[in-house]
């Protein structure tokens, strides 16, 4: 079971500014969940089915994507959005995940 | 409020066995599919068990990397969720989150495979 890329691994980012996220799939015309994690808690489920907000998550939060190309973007970083972002296919097995982004603040 | 709490985890030898248990409340388990995930040292995220409902004859699947070594297993009567893990290895060490669809997480058992 792969990882599947995700680009960039690290990245710092000033308040107010655009972040984008990607991650690529093994197959194309799957679904994409993308997952945020701070440091010492769970994963949290961010975005689903590839554009759907979680509930609770702020509407600066996008996610999209085709074929095999897929992205979560921040419209305006904020503080609080500092965090690991994981990628995972869903809806069939394996629910493979991304290796993971780490956002951090400018 | 929905609360997943998983407990079993701790320090074992290679080769040995050790079971997990995810204890949930505040949703309609009967209905959930539920999954084992677990996080590496090097936070790497990788999806290990999946169990379906009692409407999908309870089918379950495997990450390659641990099919015919671990078992997940499900009692609906408890809202309840298990991963049986046999003949461990250093490379198994993690932690284990079990999960409702991937929407509601535990806070994680961590299992350490050590000689």
């Known amino acids: 079971d792969n990882v599947l890329p995700q680009s960039p691994t690290t990245m710092a980012a000033s308040p107010g500014e655009k972040v984008t996220i990607t991650c690529h799939a093994s197959s194309s015309g799957i679904y994409m969940n993308w997952h945020q994690q701070k440091s010492g808690t769970s994963p949290k489920l961010w975005i689903y089915?590839?554009?759907k907000l979680a509930s609770g998550v702020p509407d600066r939060f996008s996610g999209s994507g085709s074929g095999t190309s897929y992205s979560l973007t921040i419209n305006t970083m904020e503080t609080e959005d500092a965090a690991t972002y994981y990628c995972q296919q869903c809806c069939s097995t394996p629910y493979t995940f991304g290796a993971g982004t780490k956002l951090e603040l400018k | 409020e929905v609360q997943l709490v998983e407990t079993g985890g701790g320090l074992v030898q290679p080769g040995k066995s050790l079971k997990l248990t995810c204890a949930t409340s505040?949703?309609?388990?009967?209905?959930?599919?539920m999954h084992w995930v677990r996080q590496s040292p090097e936070k790497q995220l990788e999806w290990v068990a999946q169990?379906?409902?009692?409407?999908?004859?309870?089918?379950?699947y495997y990450a390659e990397s641990v099919k015919g070594r671990f078992t997940i297993s499900r009692d609906d009567s408890k809202s309840s969720v298990y991963l049986q893990m046999n003949s461990l290895k250093e490379e198994d060490t993690a932690i284990y989150y079990c999960?409702?669809?991937?929407?509601?997480w535990g806070q994680g058992t961590l299992v350490t495979v050590s000689s």
């Open positions: 505040g949703f309609t388990f009967s209905n959930a599919w």
């Open positions: 999960t409702a669809v991937f929407a509601y």
């Open positions: 089915d590839t554009s």
């Open positions: 169990i379906k409902a009692k409407s999908n004859n309870y089918a379950t």
